[in-house]
């Protein structure tokens, strides 16, 4: 239960899902009642001016006990009409113009906000379910930015790997969609010798080409091998020299090549590689399969199979390349735009680190760990969110130091939805309830909360300390929402549940969520 959503990494969909706990909340009567419009005189009456205020305390007066009694009622979920708001014409009285004083209209301070109107459809129950531990969330009206739901929003927390959303954003802004990643062999120094230098493409694959690997489209060694081949026969100066020395440049990534606060056993039980700027296939054991025994050395094993598609037998070294080396071949990941979303629907840690690790460099910071902290929020910048107390330690989310407001991803996904920029692509990366990705498994959405299947299209998190589900919600009565919720602490595997049972609540109630 290492690393984040193992369940799109490979897993087979056998486990018996926990029972679901049914979505107690359902549409209620959105209809907003309609309120009298009135004409106001250029002068009104001193008795009138009293009149008019006295009607409109009562009317203020009687809507908030209305709203404290109507919405103490409401239970989670429950199906009730919104009440209508009966609207009292005020007349002003006639009056003598000589004998009645002005009276100037009070001034709305600037900034002041509007009063949203009344909202009975409640999941308070549901958020505190015990299986949500120490539970945060956040839901807001996408259309009109206001929040309807609040619960801890504004609290930087740990995400697990709804962090790659953010990952995402960061590599658009700065390596652009088309970006990709490049593989090359030059000449080395020595007579003989040739160096395969890594440009941080961890899909890489030792599959043949035609042979897809868990990384549909990514580049692969023979069709870099065979091009190195023919350059280094094609040039009078080494045509007649044997390939014998081969050197292995990683450079373009620094160590570590683990996070520190990763748990070890990520490698062996499959779900994160070394980061290393040469690698193959994410450094899997199997490359066929998103969970697959990680190696100690990915840039030993990528050695290791290039080597075997060069002529003869050649000695395998590390180093780097000599400045200025000719080149003797390339080879090219898919986009970012490709990357991103095998990222997102399968969760994929290898390529959200590999992006992380991109934009780090790509922008300058610097090619660690360390330089991401700085890289990424930087690279958050344009989108012109408040980026305060978001903290970056790594691409994937698997580190419980990451922290980020529930409040920024909804923000963030109101961005999203509207396809704002490039931002299309992390949309059409998301898993959807029922259909595909991490929320088409037998125990997500199950039950009750199917009435929510093809209607959430958001990224889930999983590590030890926590789960998290953050994304759109297109509600029942039309409204689009962006929501993020975090269950963290001491919680299990029944967190998913509860987590799908409060955003099917948070379906069935739309605009007409409550926030008590």
Known sequence: MQEPDPELTGRPDSATPADATPADASPADTTDAASASTTQPQRLGFLGFLSRHRVASSVVAGATVFALLGTGAVMAGASTGSPSASSAAVTSPTSTPTATPTVPPRAVPAGEAVASRLRTCSVASLATDPRLGSFQGQVVNANTGEILFDRGGSTPSRTASVLKVLTSAAALTVLGPDYRATTTVVAGSEPGSIVLVGGGDLTLSRTSTGDESTYPGAAHLDSLADQAIAAWKANPATAGTPITSLVLDSSFFGDPGWEPSWNRKELTDGYMPEITALQVDGDRDNPYRSTSERSEDPVGRAGEAFAELLPGSVNVTRGTAPAGAAVLGTVQSAPVSTLIQQSLIVSDNAIAEMLGRLVAVESGAGNTFAAMATSTVAGLKPYGIDTTGIVIADGSGLSDNNAVPPSYLTQLFIKINAREGNLGVIFDGLPIAGESGSLSYSDRFSGDNSVADGAVFAK????????????????????????????????????????DTITAGFFNCGDNLSNN
């Not at 602490?489 to 987590?499: E, P």
């Open 460 to 499: 889930t998190g999983w590590i030890d300390t926590g789960y998290t589900l953050s994304g759109v919600i297109h509600a029942a009565d039309g409204t689009p929402l962006t929501f993020a919720v975090y269950a963290l602490g001491d919680v299990d595997d029944s967190a998913k549940q509860a987590i």
